[in-house]
């Protein structure tokens, strides 16, 4: 299995988080059993095959009875107020949602990227078309952009923004390129 369809450790602390908060207690562990990963336990600074998540998602799907893209979405928008902690240091204090969704790519992957080579974030350009829209063009092999969808909603979320903005995926959100169109200033 190739590094690009490979998830960062990191991602699995977030989503134990995630269901920790979020579902009863014992919940993470009866979902990796239920997903074929036993008592497995993830390292923060390794790398895990895709298929690990994903029988993960499955189970928590079945568990819940929200499709695994939902989850998804719910995991991004929870996990942001971490990030933001994580990249504050990167953040500069004016910026809004439309700011950090632009320079993502280069100031918060940027980063990963040269502070740890095994994380392999998804690769999002990011255009102005105007002053009240950016286009998103995700990219990668994982094909997780529900992640990114609950990840812009959480970001718009922490900066009290949800109802200026509208999230508009353009295309499947379970292909490897995802173009998402983010509109602002809506009242």
Do not use: C
Request: hydrophobic letters at 35%.
């Amino acid at each position: 299995m190739s590094e690009s369809t490979r998830v960062h450790g990191s991602i699995f602390f977030l989503l134990k988080k995630f269901i920790d908060r979020s579902l009863p207690k014992g919940s993470w562990e009866k979902l990796n059993e239920s997903a074929g990963n036993g008592s497995m336990q993830f390292d923060i600074t390794s790398n895990y095959d895709i298929s690990h998540i994903n029988n993960f998602l499955q189970a928590a799907a079945e568990l819940t009875g929200s499709t695994s893209g939902e989850l998804m979405e719910k995991f991004g928008e929870e996990l942001v107020p971490d990030l933001m902690s994580i990249y504050s240091s990167y953040l500069k204090p004016e910026w809004k949602t439309y700011d950090v969704l632009l320079y993502t790519e280069s100031v918060m992957h940027g980063t990963v990227r040269r502070l740890n080579s095994t994380a392999n974030p998804p690769v999002l350009n990011v255009t102005k078309t105007g002053d009240d829209v950016l286009m998103i063009d995700y990219f990668s092999k994982r094909r997780m952009s529900a992640l990114a969808l609950g990840i812009i909603r959480g970001i718009a979320k922490f900066y009290n923004e949800s109802d200026k903005i509208n999230i508009i995926p353009l295309s499947d959100p379970n292909d490897e390129r995802v173009q998402i169109r983010v509109e602002f200033g809506l009242k």
